[in-house]
């Protein structure tokens, strides 16, 4: 007697599944070899003691897949052979050099199981998930082009309108004209390196900075300099010294928690630095992902110069979904003409998809309360990730006012890559401070993620870790 499947979602899924398993494995074991033609829907249906329609959705998402190949009036033919991942044989991989794409690459692999106290997001348990449910359901009632078509050039205006209000808080002073959307803030950096620099071309950033600056600038083919970061800003002096000898084309920075560090530009040392880029013809990309993480807006770059030599970007990836990329970009109109271009030269219309799911998600009335929690969230496991260090012996070299990065410095003159790669072979993802500086000079440092710190086992490992690096 064949037993159909309910109407209960999570139930059809998992006959499917094992109507999936029983043809790979089949396939596996050679039962099927490539070429052969598969039992037909009634008759695995009936085999299977499942229904028809089970069966169908199983054979599409095989075809899907490419195990199996629909013929027109002849049936479902198997493809190829599949070994079951339970048997396939891996050599180890040579270890990967600690290097600015690093952390990045340990953390996008990681399993569900692996610590990353080193990784730059958010638990996916802390984003807000019921808003963007509601956004997709809510985007896939939309009118066919939105779901269908291609983007305007600029991006979907009720994204830009808001960013508009958003940034007119941070006293950023734009119209319309002056944003542009993107796939991501990383893109938003890319788009403006191909549109201002040349091979060959300089560019200017903190040390210690954001390692994928580093990653992303020598996939441009650019000479990249530094100047020291302090609790206050770059320092000035050296600042100065840097932009006289190197004549950098761009300097790329965060005036508000600044990555790695979490420190605040002040406005001292803001009004110093615009005046130096002015005389330099030096371009300024500031770049704002962390915006919504603060409590009390710091200075802005781009509100001091109005957007004329200041680039002010950002994305929704820290607050709202790293899956569902989306960015932005404020500038002068002449240079926004010019982007929109490059744009469409190199991703055509943009993301319009993400751009209305991140607006739908901004509109709705949780969004500033999931803010407000997430804010006090971030400012208690500062506080516990901070005690817990010290006892351990890392000392932060500032407890920021807002944000998720703690800089921390290691004790007794220790290597943080050795501690990242003793970490790492326990399942723990550490940002060892070598990755962050262009001149290397940070590598008794850690960045660690408050929000990703909260396992006791970090501390553990980590205290027994240095204890045997300390010993001689």
Do not use: V, Y
């Given at each position: 007697m064949t037993v159909h499947s309910k109407n209960n979602s999570a139930e059809k899924t998992t006959l499917v599944e094992r109507a999936m398993e029983?043809?790979?494995?089949r396939i596996s074991n050679q039962r099927l070899a490539p070429g052969t033609k598969l039992p037909s829907i009634r008759q695995f249906a009936s085999q299977m003691q499942v229904s028809k329609s089970t069966i169908v959705i199983a054979y599409d998402r095989l075809a899907a897949q490419g195990t199996i190949k629909p013929r027109s009036g002849s049936g479902f033919f198997v493809a190829g052979a599949l070994v079951p991942l339970t048997l396939m044989q891996h050599k180890p991989q040579a270890e990967h050099e600690i290097d600015p794409l690093w952390v990045s690459r340990q953390s996008l692999k990681a399993t569900?199981?692996?610590?990353?106290?080193?990784?730059?997001?958010?638990?996916?348990?802390?984003?807000?998930?019921?808003?963007?449910?509601?956004?997709?359901?809510?985007?896939?009632?939309?009118?066919?082009?939105?779901l269908s078509e291609y983007g305007t050039p600029k991006g979907f205006?009720?994204?830009?309108e808001h960013l508009l209000r958003q940034m007119a808080q941070k006293q950023i002073s734009a119209t319309l004209d002056q944003v542009i959307l993107t796939s991501s803030g990383t893109e938003a950096i890319d788009l403006l390196c191909r549109y201002f620099l040349e091979p060959g071309d300089t560019v200017l950033v903190d040390d210690p900075c954001y390692f994928n600056f580093h990653a992303l600038l020598k996939a441009h083919r650019v000479k990249v300099v530094s100047a020291p970061y302090t609790k206050n800003g770059p320092d000035i002096e050296l600042f100065e010294q840097v932009l006289l000898e190197h004549q950098p084309r761009i300097y790329i920075t965060n005036s508000a928690i600044h990555n790695p560090t979490g420190a605040i530009l002040s406005p001292t040392i803001a009004h110093q630095l615009l005046k130096l880029a002015e005389i330099s013809n030096l371009i300024?990309?500031?770049?704002?992902?962390?915006?919504?993480?603060?409590?009390?807006?710091?200075?802005?770059?781009?509100?001091?110069d109005g957007l004329n030599k200041v680039i002010h970007i950002g994305s929704f990836s820290k607050t709202i979904s790293a899956a569902a990329r989306c960015g932005f970009i404020a500038a002068r109109k002449d240079w926004v003409e010019g982007l929109i271009d490059l744009k469409i030269a190199t991703s055509f219309g943009g993301n319009p998809f993400a751009a209305e799911l991140t607006w739908r998600v901004l509109q709705d009335g949780n969004y500033r309360k999931?803010?407000?929690?997430?804010?006090q969230r971030l400012s208690s496991a500062m506080g516990k990730t901070s005690s817990r260090l010290i006892d351990i012996g890392i000392k932060p070299w500032l407890v920021p006012q807002a944000g998720m990065y703690l800089w921390c410095k290691l004790p007794n003159g220790l290597q943080a890559t050795s501690i990242a790669k003793k970490a790492h072979s326990k399942g723990i993802i550490l940002a060892p401070g070598s990755v962050f500086s262009l001149k290397k000079s940070a590598n008794q440092y850690l960045r660690f993620n408050v929000s990703q710190s909260t396992d006791p086992k970090i501390y553990e490992?980590?205290?027994?870790?240095?204890?045997?690096?300390?010993?001689?």
């Open positions: 029983e043809i790979c494995q569900d199981n692996a610590l990353k106290p080193g990784c730059g997001w958010l638990p996916a348990s802390w984003m807000p998930q019921e808003s963007i449910r509601r956004a997709l359901r809510s985007l896939s009632r939309a009118e066919q082009p939105t205006p009720p994204l830009r300024i990309i500031e770049d704002d992902i962390f915006s919504d993480l603060e409590a009390t807006p710091a200075p802005r770059l781009a509100a001091m999931h803010l407000h929690k997430l804010r490992a980590l205290e027994l870790i240095i204890t045997q690096e300390s010993c001689p």
